[in-house]
């Protein structure tokens, strides 16, 4: 069974740096590309970054391209997201997706179109 974990998300000050992790178990990454989306309250989910398995490529909302690095550790199965220059909108849930050998990428965005995603983890930016 497949199981995604995200962590490192907490509270943190405008401007500062939070790295997410993204744990899976059940598969291996080899094979897959990797998503990360948020969600803020009110809002809908919005795809912030995507890597690839193939080639390595990554993709990223215009929203936080040049702030935000994906990187992927694939001996330990994990993804990272570093989040860098973060701004009170950067706030919300943001959740690891996977089961898509490649990044969905539909008219410039990062489509969710993943099977499996993990329960989220908190980032708020606030002073």
């Known amino acids: 069974q497949v199981q995604l974990v995200e962590s490192g998300g907490g509270l943190v000050q405008p401007g500062g740096s939070l790295r997410l992790s993204c744990a899976v178990s059940g598969f291996t990454l080899d094979y897959y590309a990797i998503g990360w989306f948020r969600q803020a309250p009110g809002k809908e989910r919005e795809g912030v970054s995507c890597?690839?398995?193939?080639?390595?490529?990554?993709y990223y909302a215009d929203s936080v391209k040049g702030r935000f690095t994906i990187s992927r550790d694939n001996a330990k199965n994990t993804v990272y997201l570093q989040m860098n220059s973060l701004k009170p909108e950067d706030t919300a849930v943001y959740y690891c997706?996977?089961?898509?050998?490649?990044?969905?990428?539909?008219?410039?965005?990062?489509?969710?179109?993943?099977?499996?995603w993990g329960q989220g983890t908190q980032v708020t930016v606030s002073s």
């Open positions: 997706a996977t089961d898509n050998p490649k990044c969905p990428i539909v008219r410039g965005k990062i489509a969710a179109r993943f099977g499996s």
């Open positions: 890597i690839s398995t193939s080639d390595g490529s990554t």
